[in-house]
């Protein structure tokens, strides 16, 4: 089965890690879905969701950084759709084999692409029947 590299998201809106979660909350309710979390020196500190700001209603966003598992690229699609759902995650950030932070990997565009494949084999099974 193919891997995540296709599916990974690179481009991630960033937020530094001491803003105030008040002006992260107005980014989420304006559409956002995970934002980038880095350091003043531009260092990738961790992703944060909505769901991990209201379970931790904490004044900076670096307080609210949970951790989620982390994925590389050759990753196949099945294990990382595995992992998020046992962890109960949205979205997981991908490393590459350096530990540089590449993009993160969400749950939705994992079942969206194992949903097409399930219908482009049943179409394949019902190709060969006639």
Do not use: W
């Amino acid at each position: 089965m193919m891997n995540i590299e296709a599916l990974i998201e690179t481009d991630l809106p960033t937020v530094y890690a001491y803003t105030s979660t008040e002006i992260v909350k107005r980014k989420f309710l304006d559409g956002q879905h995970v934002l980038k979390v880095i350091d003043e020196q531009d260092q990738f500190m961790g992703i944060v969701t909505a769901k991990d700001i209201f379970r931790h209603p904490y004044h900076l966003i670096a307080d609210c950084i949970q951790d989620k598992p982390a994925l590389r690229p050759e990753h196949s699609i099945y294990e990382a759709t595995q992992i998020l759902i046992q962890r109960q995650e949205d979205v997981a950030p991908v490393f590459s084999e350096r530990n540089e932070f590449i993009g993160a990997i969400f749950k939705d565009n994992l079942t969206e692409y194992l949903l097409r494949y399930c219908i482009h084999l049943e179409n394949q099974v019902r190709q060969q029947q006639i």
